[in-house]
C-alpha cells in the first residue's frame, strides 16, 4: 500500500509529530466540531469541493470562478487524468486486499473502467499496473507477517489491522460549506492519519497540498465528533519502470486550520456573489489555463 510508512517515518511519527500534537494541540474553535460558530460556519450558502477550496494552481483562484459561476468544463490534462486513474487503481487494488485477494487480475479490472486518457493511454496503463502491483504486494506481505505472528486470530481480523485504511471513504462536507459528496483518500484507523495522495509532482513543490488533509480532517471532525490531528501527503512519481513515493507527515495545526478557512471564505463569496477575478499569468498545470485567455 502507499499508506504504509516506511522505518523513518514511524520514528519521525512516534518521536516527535505525534509528541507535537499533545503539546501544541488545536485550539477549540477550529476543531471541526465547532461548525456551527466562528470561524468554521460557512459564510455563504455555497457548497465547494475540496478540490476548488484547496487548489492553488491559478494565483486569484479564476479556476474557481470559471467552474462554480460560468459553468465552464476543465481540459482533462494529462496530469489529471493520470491522477484520477491513480487514484482508482489504489482504490481497486484495495478492494481486493480486503478480500485476500492478492493476485488479483490488473487486465481485468483495467478493461473493466473503461478509462479513456487523452494523452498517452498505454504510459497512463503501465503506470497504472505499477501502482496496482505495489499495492498487493506490499499488503500481503503485511498481512503475511501479522499472521504469522497471531496465530489464533481469524485471517477477517488480521487484515483490518494488517491494512488499517479506510479507503476513498465518502462523507458529506454540508456543515463546514464543502460538496455534500467527498471521498477521502484514506483513513488510517489505527494510527489516526489522513492521507492525501498526489501525482506527478514533488514534496515541497507546492506547500498547499497540506491544505487538502487539513480540510478532511476538519470535516472528520465534524461528522464524527474525532480529532484528527495529524496528515500525510503521499507523493507518487514514476521513473521509468519504478513507482517512486515520497510522503509529507505533518501535525494540522491552528495554522493550516485557519489557513483553509481563509481559502474556503475567499472562494465561496467568490462564487455567491459571482466575481471574476481578472485574467493573471498561470501555470500550464491548471485545468483552465487555456480557456481562462478565451
Not at 95 to 123: C, I, M
Not at 130 to 150: D, G, K, M, P, Y
Not at 243 to 261: C, G, P, Q, T, V
Request: some cysteine; overall charge negative; glycine content about 4%.
Amino acid at each position: 500500500m502507499v499508506y504504509y510508512l516506511s522505518d523513518i517515518e514511524r520514528k519521525m511519527l512516534e518521536k516527535r509529530i505525534r509528541p507535537l500534537t499533545r503539546t501544541v494541540g488545536v485550539s477549540e474553535e477550529l476543531r471541526g466540531w465547532s461548525w456551527d460558530r466562528s470561524p468554521l460556519k460557512p459564510y455563504h450558502d455555497v457548497r465547494l469541493p475540496m478540490y476548488s477550496i484547496c487548489g492553488k494552481y491559478c494565483p486569484n483562484s479564476r479556476d474557481v470562478y470559471l467552474r462554480h459561476v460560468l459553468k465552464k468544463p476543465g481540459e482533462v490534462t494529462y496530469p489529471v487524468s493520470l491522477g484520477s486513474i491513480v487514484h482508482s487503481t489504489v482504490n481497486g487494488a484495495y478492494k481486493h486486499v480486503r478480500l485476500r485477494n492478492f493476485s488479483a487480475d490488473f487486465e481485468k479490472w483495467y478493461e473493466s473502467q473503461g478509462f479513456k486518457p487523452p494523452t498517452n493511454p498505454d504510459l497512463v496503463k503501465k503506470y497504472s499496473r505499477i501502482v496496482w502491483e505495489h499495492v498487493l504486494a506490499n499488503a500481503e506481505s503485511r498481512f503475511r507477517e501479522a499472521t504469522s505472528s497471531q496465530p489464533y486470530s481469524e485471517e477477517e481480523d488480521m487484515i483490518m489491522t494488517a491494512a488499517p485504511f479506510m479507503v476513498e471513504h465518502k462523507i458529506s462536507g454540508n456543515l463546514l460549506g464543502c460538496s455534500g459528496i467527498l471521498s477521502v483518500d484514506c483513513f488510517d484507523y489505527l494510527h489516526n492519519i489522513i492521507f492525501d495522495v498526489k501525482t506527478a509532482t514533488s514534496k515541497g513543490e507546492n506547500n498547499f497540498y497540506r491544505l487538502y488533509a487539513t480540510g478532511y480532517a476538519l470535516v472528520f471532525e465534524s461528522v464524527y465528533e474525532v480529532p484528527v490531528d495529524i496528515g500525510c501527503t503521499v507523493y507518487l512519481n514514476f521513473k521509468d519502470d519504478r513507482l517512486l513515493i515520497e510522503r509529507d507527515l505533518f501535525h494540522i495545526n491552528d495554522d493550516l486550520r485557519s489557513w483553509w478557512i481563509e481559502e474556503r471564505d475567499k472562494k465561496s463569496e467568490m462564487v455567491y456573489e459571482e466575481k471574476d477575478p481578472g485574467v493573471v499569468q498561470c501555470e500550464r498545470k491548471c485545468m483552465y489555463a487555456n480557456i481562462c485567455k478565451e
